[in-house]
């Protein structure tokens, strides 16, 4: 029998992988078609797939071989878990979905959530009790329509004492509920700087919340300061997505008002699209347009098609318009970044890709450390959504690229390195956008001269003691950009 893997690289964010095997109508593979699917897709886009000896070329010699494998995974979740380049280091980010509707729908910002942004942190290294802190608010959503706001305390949900004692031993399956309430409450230190004992009071207040089908305009804060002098830009950005050109408004905004510094405000920023991250980091400069701000790097058989047939492919160049809408760019040659450990993904793209071209001063704490990307894939016989599969809704989202600036500066895993360490406490968030904020101060006072340059390494940050972020999307750096159409090599293996 002789084996064949056929790649044609085609339109729309994928690539043609026609079958591991002879593909005819005698041959029929007695095995999931959804694992059929998702081994096939990792096979042929996965970043780290030389580093995993079951998506090698050769890995199997028959299609008996081949079906077996497959049926021995109970589901296609499990399969996509084996598939994965050691979880806790390399791979933290790709996944796997059973319904793509509602992967698309986060992507774009879309989410069933009641408005309210939290994390959840403990009370001391030995205390299992936990309690939860509003990091923001969505506007117009239940949790804003219910007066809750940034700094907000709770201590329980549903009337039960929040814990963690492991990951199999917790109760946070309390948030999953589409309402639940929360019990609000107090932080006290007691007057002392250690953990052990501080203590949360109840405020003897309840608060009913309701999830709903919710689009956030990741345009979250914006406005003009005018401080000692100086006109400063303050954008809190949540995701890349959204639009455009409310985006391209914000700074023709800033521009007419004399701009002259921008902090920008990516704490809470997980990331999103590569076409909006050129578009801020665009939006930012304006004085370099045409010149490579990104280089991409997929595995390499994938690389060396593309080096081949479309080098242009591999890198991404500053813009100066968009979709025929002329850019209000600010042409600096500064930008303040605020970041914490939820900035992710495009948002580090934006900071470690415009630090070659300018300076970039980088408040808060390390970013998470997310430099790879992703497509999603869909089972169709091309990986795009035409002519997908209507036995199922499966989609996968597996690393496909890495990203590093000009400079080739890439594999932070440890994340991005802020320039001052300033981060966010318990007891002082602050409102988003005011001048006394402590990260936008920070900035600020870097800006006119009167920063106290703070490092706050070791101490008692909100970042340092937290938990998994609830209501927090995965790090997410999605390529939407078309595969060039002109490209149909294909590479055989025999």
């Not at 919340?209 to 954008?235: R, S």
């Not at 080098?311 to 970044?337: Q, T």
Request: with cysteine; aromatic share 12%.
């Amino acid at each position: 029998m002789k084996f064949y893997k056929a790649l044609i690289i085609t339109l729309a964010v994928s690539f043609l992988l026609t079958s591991c095997f002879e593909d005819n109508d005698d041959n029929i593979i007695q095995a999931s078609e959804i694992n059929d699917f998702v081994w096939k897709g990792m096979n042929t886009f996965y970043l780290y797939k030389e580093n995993v000896s079951n998506l090698a070329n050769d890995r199997f010699t028959s299609d008996a071989e081949y079906a077996d494998y497959l049926n021995d995974f109970s589901s296609p979740e499990q399969l996509f878990e084996s598939l994965i380049y050691e979880r806790q280091t390399f791979d933290r980010f790709s996944w796997i979905t059973d319904n793509y509707f509602e992967n698309e729908a986060l992507l774009n910002g879309r989410t069933l959530t009641n408005g309210m942004q939290f994390t959840i942190m403990r009370r001391s290294d030995t205390d299992p009790v936990r309690y939860g802190i509003v990091l923001y608010v969505l506007p117009g959503s239940s949790a804003d329509i219910q007066g809750l706001k940034r700094g907000d305390i709770f201590y329980a949900v549903n009337g039960s004492d929040l814990y963690y004692n492991s990951p199999s031993d917790n109760n946070y399956s309390l948030f999953d509920s589409e309402t639940y309430s929360i019990d609000l409450g107090t932080y006290n230190t007691n007057g002392t700087p250690e953990l052990d004992d501080d203590s949360v009071t109840s405020l003897g207040q309840s608060v009913s919340l309701t999830k709903e089908d919710f689009t956030e305009n990741p345009i979250h804060v914006n406005k003009v300061l005018d401080v000692g002098g100086k006109k400063i830009g303050y954008l809190m950005y949540t995701g890349f997505n959204g639009s455009s050109s409310e985006l391209n408004n914000v700074f023709a905004t800033f521009k007419s008002a004399g701009v002259t510094e921008l902090v920008l405000d990516l704490r809470y920023n997980s990331g999103g699209f590569n076409s909006k991250a050129i578009l801020m980091s665009s939006l930012i400069t304006g004085q370099f347009t045409g010149d490579v701000l990104i280089k991409k790097y997929f595995n390499s058989e994938l690389q060396t098609i593309f080096e081949d047939q479309d080098p242009d492919f591999l890198i991404d160049k500053f813009i100066n318009n968009e979709d025929g809408m002329s850019l209000n760019s600010l042409n600096l040659n500064k930008v303040y970044a605020l970041t914490t450990v939820w900035s992710a993904s495009a948002s580090e793209l934006v900071i470690n890709c415009l630090k070659p071209y300018i300076d970039v001063i980088q408040i808060g704490t390390n970013t998470s450390g997310k430099y790879q990307g992703s497509f999603t894939l869909y089972d169709s016989p091309d990986f795009t959504k035409d002519g997908v599969n209507p036995n199922h809704t499966y989609a996968i989202q597996p690393l496909i690229f890495k990203y590093a600036n000009i400079d080739d500066k890439t594999d932070f895993f440890d994340g991005l390195e802020p320039d001052i360490f300033l981060g966010e406490t318990r007891t002082n968030l602050g409102i988003l956008g005011d001048e006394n904020e402590p990260l936008l101060a920070e900035a600020i006072g870097n800006i006119t001269g009167t920063g106290k340059f703070i490092n706050q390494k070791g101490q008692n940050t909100i970042e340092s003691d937290n938990l998994e972020p609830i209501n927090s999307i995965k790090g997410k750096l999605i390529d939407d950009r078309e595969i060039p159409k002109h490209i149909t090599n294909r590479l055989i293996f025999e």
